[in-house]
T-cell receptor, first 115, second 112 residues
Framework: DGGITQSPKYLFRKEGQNVTLSCEQN?????MYWYRQDPGQGLRLIYY???????QKGDIAEGYSVSREKKESFPLTVTSAQKNPTAFYLC??????????????FGSGTRLTVV | KQEVTQIPAALSVPEGENLVLNCSFT??????LQWFRQDPGKGLTSLLL?????REQTSGRLNASLDKSSGRSTLYIAASQPGDSATYLC???????????FGSGTRLLVRP
């Protein structure tokens, strides 16, 4: 089955530690996105990538970093500079301009907690 | 700056009732609008996508309408079922980058 796989499902981070969240898709989608969701709120865009080896900052990129070395993979690193990282992180992909009627596919999310 | 608002924040209805969820946006120059469903602790499932040139989309018991000029969209759910209980999120894209701007969602409970 085609889809997006996020791992791990739960992640615990100590103060001052960097952690990396994995996102892999086998949908042959060009564009990939990372969103953050806080309790009772909508999603906010962290980073997005429309093509391999290129990515752009979203609305809340500070304290996060990404890479897009392969079309299938878009890992997100939460650095120690992110002061309030506890949240639910969602990865998504889309075919973007290749098929504007298609829409988005989301992963099942990673819940990050600072301990 | 585009802002997306969803009202009400929470809704509880008896099974079988038809219901309407509302979404409003401040900048009418949208590229498209999507409705998503989110179950507790899960990712989002795309329900309907409406292009800026379209007025509505239908899928089964769901119908989404779009009125760009007034900055509004509605999601109509016919004959609601307990399985429809979830949070429904509205999101708009302003260009072909497909970056989405989300509302905070409507939490729906359908009582048996």
């Amino acid at each position: 089955d085609g889809g997006i796989t996020q791992s791990p499902k739960y992640l615990f981070r100590k103060e001052g530690q960097n952690v990396t969240l994995s996102c892999e898709q086998n949908l042959n989608h060009d564009a990939m996105y990372w969103y953050r969701q806080d309790p009772g709120q909508g999603l906010r865009l962290i980073y997005y990538s429309q093509i391999v080896n290129d990515f752009q900052k979203g609305d809340i990129a500070e304290g996060y970093s990404v890479s897009r070395e392969k079309k299938e993979s878009f890992p997100l690193t939460v650095t120690s500079a992110q002061k309030n990282p506890t949240a639910f992180y969602l990865c998504a992909s889309s075919m973007g301009i290749r098929d504007p009627n298609y829409g988005y596919t989301f992963g099942s999310g990673t819940r990050l907690t600072v301990v | 700056k585009q802002e997306v608002t969803q009202i009400p924040a929470a809704l509880s209805v008896p099974e079988g009732e038809n219901l309407v969820l509302n979404c409003s946006f401040t900048d009418s120059a949208i590229y498209n609008l999507q409705w998503f469903r989110q179950d507790p602790g899960k990712g989002l499932t795309s329900l309907l996508l409406i292009q800026s040139s379209q007025r509505e989309q239908t899928s089964g018991r769901l119908n989404a309408s779009l009125d760009k000029s007034s900055g509004r969209s509605t999601l109509y759910i016919a004959a609601s079922q307990p399985g429809d209980s979830a949070t429904y999120l509205c999101a708009v894209s302003m260009d072909s980058s497909y970056k989405l701007i989300f509302g905070s969602g409507t939490r729906l409970l359908v009582r048996p």
